[in-house]
């Protein structure tokens, strides 16, 4: 699959669809959009999740903001992010949620990071993980446009789980520049610094 962005005129858009059916996602983009448009999510439509086939995580979004996007006939915002480890081959990428098993548990899917990592070297605490997390964002209107961008952030793995704020693999992934890890950072401190909000300062002007 190639992803083409089509060349969009500045549209001001009032009305969209979050294209996802994690909470942490909804809250994170949600609070991204100005308070003037009003948003919707899946629930509010009932709808699973599509089959996420891509190899990429611009793909990956692509695919699921079109598929919401046909289904309610909506401009559809969505989102495919996750962690890439360089050590572990930039793993695990695009399969980030799918290593907390069939309900997204991320304790373990953190505990199989630190269990990958041992694997690798015994003593890869007295390392440097380098680490990135990705965004990729695509807005994608009923008209059958749409535009996808992508956000990163560079830094490292902790050593242990740090933090009990955000979601995912917030509580390892320490940003460069910073000592502490997502995890520990206050949520609004966070949100406009991460790799989302990357991803979204490149597509505001829709909004």
Same mark, same amino acid.
């Given at each position: 699959?190639?992803?083409?962005?089509?060349?969009?005129?500045?549209?001001?858009?009032?009305?969209?669809?979050?294209?996802?059916?994690?909470?942490? @996602?909804?809250?994170? *983009?949600?609070?991204?959009?100005? =308070?003037?448009?009003?948003?919707?999510?899946?629930?509010?439509?009932?709808?699973?999740?599509?089959?996420?086939?891509?190899?990429?995580?611009?793909?990956?979004?692509?695919?699921?903001? !079109?598929?919401?996007? @046909?289904?309610?006939?909506?401009?559809?915002?969505?989102?495919?992010?996750?962690?890439?480890?360089?050590?572990?081959?930039?793993?695990?990428? *695009?399969?980030?949620?799918?290593?907390?098993?069939?309900?997204? =548990?991320?304790?373990?899917?953190?505990?199989? +990071?630190?269990?990958?990592?041992?694997?690798?070297?015994? =003593? /890869?605490?007295?390392?440097?993980?380098?680490?990135?997390? +990705?965004?990729?964002?695509?807005?994608? /209107?009923?008209?059958?446009?749409?535009? $996808?961008?992508?956000?990163? +952030?560079?830094?490292? *793995?902790?050593?242990?789980?740090?933090?009990?704020?955000?979601?995912?693999?917030?509580?390892?992934?320490?940003?460069?520049?910073?000592?502490? $890890?997502?995890?520990?950072?206050?949520?609004? @401190? !966070?949100?406009? @610094?991460?790799?989302?909000?990357?991803?979204?300062?490149?597509?505001?002007?829709?909004?």
């Amino acid at each position: 699959m190639k992803i083409k962005n089509f060349q969009i005129k500045k549209q001001n858009i009032s009305r969209i669809l979050i294209g996802s059916n994690n909470k942490g @996602k909804i809250k994170e *983009i949600r609070d991204l959009i100005p =308070n003037k448009v009003k948003i919707l999510s899946t629930g509010d439509f009932n709808l699973k999740s599509p089959k996420e086939n891509g190899k990429t995580f611009a793909e990956n979004s692509f695919i699921k903001a !079109k598929y919401y996007s @046909k289904k309610t006939n909506m401009v559809c915002i969505a989102d495919d992010s996750g962690i890439e480890i360089d050590i572990l081959n930039k793993a695990p990428g *695009i399969y980030s949620a799918r290593w907390g098993g069939k309900k997204g =548990n991320f304790n373990l899917a953190m505990n199989k +990071v630190y269990n990958e990592l041992s694997k690798k070297s015994k =003593n /890869w605490q007295n390392k440097k993980i380098k680490a990135r997390f +990705v965004c990729a964002l695509t807005i994608f /209107w009923s008209s059958s446009k749409f535009i $996808t961008v992508t956000g990163k +952030v560079e830094g490292s *793995i902790s050593k242990k789980k740090l933090g009990k704020n955000g979601f995912g693999y917030d509580p390892i992934f320490i940003p460069n520049g910073y000592k502490i $890890t997502y995890g520990q950072m206050k949520y609004s @401190k !966070k949100i406009k @610094k991460d790799h989302r909000f990357k991803a979204f300062r490149r597509i505001r002007k829709f909004f």
